[in-house]
């Protein structure tokens, strides 16, 4: 069975990255958030079971939908909405947006905006922690999209060659954008893959936190005590569109409805109550909890400066010195 306080963490994890991008949404309609937003909306499970699971030193590398990842791992809700709000108090000082969270100091390495690219760099990261005998685990997450992409099958093929402690966690939501998972994979129990590299491999109900926990710790265990990498694919959905500029005619609102029915928060709520573990006003605080997160973290965006127009150019060119040594044929 598992503790109380354990139990209320992870609710309350969920609760604050639900709350996070519900706000988020409404401020993105209101235009103080601009660009592109993809919300993970029903995925909460994945990124908070994971986070709960892996240990504090080791990296996260994520794809464009990561708004839990990095609140799960501990970025503040501040810096990440500073971010989406484009200003310099933001973890990228406002340069990367909603797809480009970097918090080094809370072990994430970025969200990537080009679909699978995150697994070449997962496997550099892990790579330099082999070499240098960390015992470290990457854990990289991407959506089922990206299986289709030539860097997953080089990244999974270098990790095994290479005996990299990567492990590869695919959100299988169903829909790559708005290509249904039986339109652009033949196989579609996507962790088989892994057998094409021999690679270790798994399927966890990415609806369940406790079950996430439970399979990403076992992975991360065995990657870190072998070396070798681990394919993950946890099963989910998310009940937003794609992005805020999506139409989404691509599935029914009947299909969405069915898998509401499995909302993740929804039923870790209920599986509290039935062990005794939660009651209405404990919901009540936590919930107000993370409202009063969410609220503080958008008045703070909302209050923060802009970059400094003279600081633009900062960290994008090397500029050449008199000391600099010239190139020579």
């Known amino acids: 069975m598992i503790g109380s306080d354990h139990a209320l963490m992870l609710l309350g994890q969920m609760l604050l990255v639900r709350r996070f991008e519900e706000r988020s949404a409404e401020e993105y309609r209101q235009g103080t958030i601009r660009g592109f937003l993809h919300l993970a909306i029903g995925q909460e499970a994945v990124a908070v079971g994971a986070a709960a699971a892996l240990g504090r030193d080791d990296r996260v590398v994520a794809a464009y939908r990561e708004h839990g990842h990095a609140l799960a791992r501990g970025t503040s809700p501040a810096a990440v909405m500073a971010e989406m709000f484009g200003k310099a108090t933001g973890c990228s000082r406002g340069r990367g947006g909603s797809m480009h969270l970097f918090d080094v100091a809370h072990g994430l390495y970025g969200g990537n905006a080009i679909v699978a690219g995150g697994l070449p760099l997962a496997c550099g990261l892990a790579l330099a922690d082999r070499m240098q005998k960390r015992p470290l685990v990457t854990a990289c997450f991407f959506g089922d999209g990206a299986v289709a992409e030539g860097e997953f099958h080089e990244s999974l093929n270098l990790a095994a060659l290479w005996h990299l402690p990567v492990l590869f966690i695919c959100e299988n939501n169903l829909y790559a954008m708005g290509t249904a998972l039986e339109r652009h994979q033949s196989m579609t129990d996507l962790h088989r893959k892994g057998d094409a590299y021999a690679i270790d491999h798994a399927a966890v109900d990415g609806m369940d936190v406790l079950a996430v926990e439970a399979a990403?710790?076992?992975?991360?265990?065995?990657?870190?005590?072998?070396?070798?990498?681990?394919?993950?694919?946890?099963?989910?959905?998310?009940?937003?569109?794609?992005?805020?500029?999506?139409?989404?005619?691509?599935?029914?609102?009947?299909?969405?409805?069915?898998?509401?029915?499995?909302?993740?928060?929804?039923?870790?709520?209920?599986?509290?109550?039935?062990?005794?573990?939660?009651?209405?006003?404990?919901?009540?605080?936590?919930?107000?909890?993370?409202?009063?997160?969410?609220?503080?973290?958008?008045?703070?965006?909302?209050a923060a400066p802009l970059e400094p127009v003279q600081d633009l150019r900062r960290d994008l060119l090397a500029m050449a010195t008199e000391e600099a040594v010239p190139c020579r044929e």
């Open 216 to 302: 990403v710790r076992q992975a991360a265990e065995q990657v870190r005590f072998t070396g070798q990498p681990f394919f993950l694919e946890a099963r989910t959905y998310r009940f937003r569109a794609h992005s805020m500029y999506d139409a989404e005619l691509y599935r029914s609102k009947v299909e969405v409805e069915q898998w509401r029915r499995r909302d993740p928060v929804d039923l870790f709520v209920a599986r509290l109550r039935g062990q005794g573990l939660l009651d209405d006003a404990g919901l009540i605080r936590l919930t107000a909890e993370a409202d009063r997160a969410v609220d503080e973290a958008v008045a703070g965006a909302a």
